[in-house]
């Protein structure tokens, strides 16, 4: 079996989202809540041999921001970055909320 091409990442910020969104969906059912969160890891896990196959963020796109990437697996939107062979995932969003707004929420909680 061929090693895959890239290192898959996870930043502090996007396993915290992955912390939320389980403990939201488990207050109303613990098993949909493992069955989220394995189908956000094993999507992200797809990352390892082909993480260009990802769409440029059509939100950042319009402001000339072709950086991040992101797949869907609704409604969730995992956004990452690749730089040489490795892939950084940095965050997990509701995508039915705006996303500018979810990371202005965030830089701006940083730079307080």
Do not use: C, Q
């Amino acid at each position: 079996m061929p090693r895959p091409k890239y290192r898959v990442s996870w930043t502090e910020t996007a396993v915290g989202d992955l912390e939320d969104i389980t403990v939201y969906i488990a207050v109303d059912s613990v098993g949909d809540a493992l069955d989220v969160l394995a189908a956000i890891k094993e999507k992200a896990g797809t990352l390892l041999s082909f993480p260009e196959r990802g769409r440029i963020v059509p939100d950042l796109k319009f402001h000339n921001i072709e950086t991040y990437r992101e797949l869907i697996i609704n409604p969730w939107r995992i956004l990452y970055r690749i730089h040489e062979n490795n892939v950084y995932v940095l965050a997990v969003l509701d995508g039915r909320r705006n996303i500018e707004e979810v990371l202005l929420e965030r830089f701006l909680r940083r730079n307080l």
